[in-house]
């Protein structure tokens, strides 16, 4: 047998042992490292004591031979055995050595793949830790803001008004600071103003009402119960009803700083808005008394202010109105301002009742305007006012002089069956094109306001379809 025969048996065995070892090691959930057998003590020693065997049979059957060759040869042949069994020793003791330092290198590249994966575990345990710190100061912060939304809203329920006042602050810094609940905290807002309330007696206004006004407006309370006022019935509720109006105003104010985006140019005012030009909020008062309300340079989307009753001055002016806006049934006992506002959807004020002048002059309806059976007590200005789609005001009364100089209408201006009282009103005061006053009925005083038969409705030059 030759040195040859006896590696390729050696490897055909350490093959044989390998694949058993890595289908063993596949199998295991914890694979752990396994020496192929010619690689372990045992497989190193079998192969060291194969090679010598092998030497030492190679000595033994030389020896034999030169044992009974001729006595001239006999010296040089046990010469040459010991050289091959020595040869054969000093090839076990190389085996050993290979043998030893594949396992050698193989031992190294198993700790090197571990200490790689000790530093993927690492990192990994690193970044789940970050996650989960993370996750938890998520969690830690909605559960705070949770508490203070769920405290503040509780104590806009208190008796007491400066616990009330100090539950608005409260959200409104809440807000500031977490903008994903500025939604929610409008909502709240808005419902507060919508409870039923009635002003105090004396109020600080310009206009009405004053505890005479109110007494004067019975006949408006009969055709329409709902805007009825009581009066307190003694000093305490009085009282009360003057601390639930100083919250009032001031949620007022709240809400207005925080829609109003202020003059073009002022970044400051728009830094602290929440309802942007990219993003909105919409604003529900709807059958909300609201008292001095102002919202000036304003962005709002959908607005719904039907069957609002505002008292004193009402203010929208310069304010976008960039979705559907309604103001149907509503009633302004002081003077409605709208000068420069721009309706960029539908605007209807059906119904509405203004006892003060109602001024809107310069103001842009940018789609179809509605003012059917609305009533104006004082003054009407729509001077200037740009219509870029139809603008009805059909079965509306003007008791006073009404203006629509500089009135442009791309569309149709409709004022079927609205009338003119001309007792208060100017005779020359100025229509839409297409429209004038018809007679007087001297029993009544009033006037109908009627086509033009001898002009079509025309369109107006100067007016232009809405910018996209």
């Known amino acids: 047998m030759s040195v040859l025969g006896v590696l390729l048996l050696l490897v055909s065995m350490w093959l044989r042992r390998g694949v058993r070892d890595t289908a063993v090691t596949q199998m295991n959930e914890a694979p752990r490292l396994r020496w192929p057998w010619l690689l372990s003590d045992v497989?190193?020693?079998?192969?060291?004591?194969?090679?010598?065997?092998?030497g030492i049979a190679e000595l033994i059957t030389?020896?034999?031979?030169?044992?009974?060759?001729?006595?001239?040869?006999?010296?040089?042949?046990?010469?040459?055995?010991?050289?091959?069994?020595?040869?054969?020793?000093?090839?076990?003791?190389?085996?050993?050595?290979?043998?030893?330092?594949?396992?050698?290198?193989?031992?190294?590249?198993?700790?090197?793949?571990?200490?790689?994966?000790?530093?993927?575990?690492?990192?990994?345990?690193?970044?789940?830790?970050?996650?989960?710190?993370?996750?938890?100061?998520?969690?830690?912060?909605?559960?705070?803001?949770?508490?203070?939304?769920?405290?503040?809203?509780?104590?806009?329920?208190?008796?007491?008004?400066?616990?009330?006042?100090?539950?608005?602050?409260?959200?409104?810094?809440?807000?500031?600071?977490?903008?994903d609940q500025r939604v929610a905290i409008m909502a709240v807002f808005c419902a507060y103003l919508r409870m039923p309330f009635d002003p105090p007696g004396k109020i600080p206004l310009v206009g009405p009402p004053t505890l005479a006004s109110r007494r004067s407006v019975g006949q408006h309370a009969a055709e329409n119960p709902a805007l009825a006022i009581s009066i307190a019935k003694d000093p305490l509720e009085e009282q009360k009803r003057e601390q639930e109006l100083e919250v009032r105003m001031a949620l007022q104010r709240v809400i207005a700083r925080r829609f109003s985006t202020g003059r073009k140019g002022d970044g400051k005012i728009a830094a602290r808005a929440w309802s942007k030009q990219d993003s909105p909020l919409s604003i529900d008062l709807s059958g909300a008394t609201l008292v001095q309300?102002?919202?000036?340079?304003?962005?709002?989307?959908?607005?719904?202010?039907?069957?609002?009753?505002?008292?004193?001055?009402?203010?929208?002016e310069g304010t976008n109105f960039l979705a559907f806006t309604s103001f149907r049934d509503s009633h302004f006992r002081g003077l409605a301002w709208f000068t420069g506002a721009k309706f960029h959807d539908r605007a209807v004020f059906n119904d509405s009742h203004f006892e003060w002048p109602g001024q809107f002059s310069d103001v842009e309806f940018r789609r179809r305007a509605f003012f059917n059976n609305a009533r104006f007590i004082s003054t009407a200005n729509f001077q200037n006012t740009r219509a870029d789609d139809d603008f009805d005001f059909k079965e509306s009364e003007f008791h006073g002089p009404f203006a629509f100089d500089g009135f442009q209408a791309s569309g149709k201006a409709n004022g079927e069956g609205a009338k003119v009282f001309l007792s208060n009103a100017k005779a020359a005061s100025k229509l839409p094109d297409g429209w004038l006053l018809g007679p007087r009925d001297d029993n009544t005083g009033w006037a109908s306001i009627v086509r033009d038969q001898n002009q079509k409705p025309v369109k107006a030059t100067g007016a232009s379809k809405p910018k996209s």
């Open 293 to 316: 309300w102002t919202m000036s340079d304003a962005i709002v989307g959908n607005a719904d202010f039907s069957r609002v009753r505002f008292f004193g001055n009402t203010v929208f």
């Open 62 to 179: 030389m020896w034999s031979i030169a044992g009974g060759a001729a006595p001239a040869e006999r010296a040089k042949l046990q010469i040459d055995a010991l050289k091959y069994g020595l040869g054969f020793f000093a090839a076990a003791g190389a085996v050993a050595a290979l043998l030893l330092a594949v396992r050698r290198q193989r031992l190294s590249e198993h700790t090197h793949e571990l200490a790689l994966e000790s530093q993927r575990l690492s990192e990994r345990n690193y970044e789940l830790a970050r996650e989960v710190q993370s996750h938890n100061q998520v969690d830690a912060a909605e559960r705070r803001v949770t508490d203070l939304y769920a405290k503040a809203a509780d104590q806009l329920g208190s008796e007491h008004a400066p616990v009330r006042l100090a539950a608005i602050y409260a959200l409104e810094r809440l807000g500031a600071a977490n903008p």
């Open 43 to 54: 497989g190193v020693a079998t192969a060291v004591a194969l090679v010598a065997t092998v």
